[in-house]
């Protein structure tokens, strides 16, 4: 059995990897946000991750998985059926773990030997305090998303998040009419909410503009 380099492991548990064939398209039963996960319960999320993975042989096959594991960690609107509708992706304790098992097959098939993550490396997974928040949204122009940011509304509560990144350089949409999409991260602590109650996430712009997404959390798979 080979391990991961440590640095490897250290940068893509720090890094937002935007490389789609790392998601899974088997969500557990569960609520995925979860923060009581076992390690074995752990070792089964990172067997479906790799297991997809295996089973993905075109770039079709992995188009398909990126499809439905977004669906599985979505909330807002349904790219699908609305291009620009602004939604926000969800990168849960779970998600990782699955995303990492991805991993380990896609190194498993490239170096054909059998690659996994150390015991320790899952335990910091389990005890990541943060859950990443992707929101993706479509603007008039290409710097229309500058100065976005971005809080979670549970009730009369007001969450902000530890730490936000820039809003991406829009992206002009195919089609006749001109439009730009763009995306941000930002981490909230799960110390902070109840990652299983109601709520939104409000993104507000300096010019006073404001998108609300809705966000329930028990919902997520």
């Given amino acids: 059995m080979v391990s991961l380099p440590s640095s490897y492991i250290r940068l893509l548990l720090t890094i937002c990897a935007i490389t789609v064939i790392g998601v899974s398209a088997h969500p557990s039963i569960s609520s995925a946000i979860d923060l009581s996960i076992t390690l074995e319960q752990a070792h089964e999320a990172m067997a479906a991750g790799r297991k997809t993975m295996e089973q993905a042989e075109s770039v079709e096959d992995v188009a398909a998985v990126m499809k439905a594991s977004e669906r599985a960690i979505r909330v807002g609107a349904d790219p699908e059926v609305e291009p620009c509708g602004a939604h926000a992706i969800l990168r849960t304790r779970r998600y990782w773990l699955e995303y990492f098992g991805r991993r380990e097959a896609a190194e498993s098939k490239r170096q054909k030997q059998e690659i996994r993550m150390p015991e320790s490396k899952i335990q910091e997974i389990l005890e990541m305090p943060y859950l990443e ?25 007001t969450i902000r998040p530890v730490d936000i990144g820039p809003a991406e350089r829009g992206r002009k949409n195919p089609g006749d009419r001109v439009s730009f999409r763009s995306r941000f991260t930002a981490r909230f602590a799960y110390a902070d909410f109840d990652p299983q109650a109601p709520g939104s996430l409000a993104v507000f712009f300096p010019d006073g503009k404001l998108i609300d997404i809705p966000a329930d959390f028990s919902k997520i798979h």
Wanted: aromatic letters at 12%; a negative charge; charged letters at 30%.
């Fill in 133 to 157: 928040v992707e929101i993706r949204f479509c603007g008039e122009d290409e710097f229309f998303a500058e100065g976005a940011e971005v809080a979670l509304q549970q009730g009369s509560t």
